[in-house]
């Protein structure tokens, strides 16, 4: 992947912020408020102990603290652009105890959305904060990467940025709450609602736009579902 996509595409920034301590930070912060968002989400969406689960764009584990003690041992995995976060996630964020929960080879650097070699169907996943970073190009390369690692019925949540239907994608949008400015050509991003339908065309999923969940930086969620 082109490593002008966004700034966590820039290792080198983001090993020297990990390194300092200051990954949390480096991901966007809000870190117990949005782990338990993601938490709490899912299971009303369903997520039982027992499901193998995907964070997509896992970072330094800001949900998967939470959903590792939540899940079965060894069924929360994870993918991510930059491996000194999940170092950091795995070596600082989790005790002894959770560590024996996830394996480290359950989180893998991976920025082209490659989850074929975990060797697992998922039933449930999410990508938080990932879409809103991406180009469309790229949201289409996910869902297609993605999608034959799913069990049929299999849901895969993201969150995005949302342009209203009749306003040009390429004039700039304020969110509130949380003031963050998007643009339809460069990161952070906001979509259209036909943007994901788009996106989405001819691949196995059906898509349902939840919309608001209670994001603090009013990022809406979307449904793929696995046909």
Avoid: K
């Avoid at 800001?62 to 929360?76: E, F, K, S």
């Avoid at 790229?138 to 849901?155: K, M, V, Y």
């Amino acid at each position: 992947m082109n490593d002008s996509l966004s700034s966590y595409y820039d290792h080198r920034r983001i090993e020297r912020e990990s390194r300092a301590g200051r990954h949390r930070e480096v991901i966007g912060g809000l870190w117990e408020e949005m782990g338990r968002l993601q938490l709490e989400r899912l299971v009303a969406e369903g997520l039982e102990p027992s499901m193998a689960f995907l964070d997509v764009g896992c970072g330094c584990l800001r949900a998967g603290v939470h959903l590792v003690r939540y899940l079965d041992p060894g069924d929360y995995y994870g993918i991510d652009v930059n491996d000194s976060l999940l170092d950091a996630g795995w070596e600082i964020e989790l005790d002894r105890d959770l560590q024996a929960r996830l394996p480290r080879e359950n989180l893998v650097c991976n920025g082209d959305f490659d989850v074929s070699g975990f060797g697992r169907r998922f039933d449930m996943a999410i990508a938080q904060s990932l879409f809103t970073h991406l180009p469309l190009n790229h949201l289409r390369l996910c869902l297609e990467r993605i999608a034959p690692s799913f069990a049929p019925g299999g849901r895969f949540y993201a969150t995005f940025f949302e342009c209203p239907a009749d306003r040009p994608t390429a004039e700039p949008l304020v969110h509130e709450p949380g003031g963050v400015r998007t643009s339809g050509a460069s990161d952070p991003y906001h979509y259209r609602v036909r943007d994901l339908h788009f996106a989405a065309d001819g691949l196995p999923w059906q898509v349902q736009v939840i919309g608001d969940w209670g994001h603090p930086r009013a990022q809406r969620l979307v449904l793929f579902r696995r046909r």
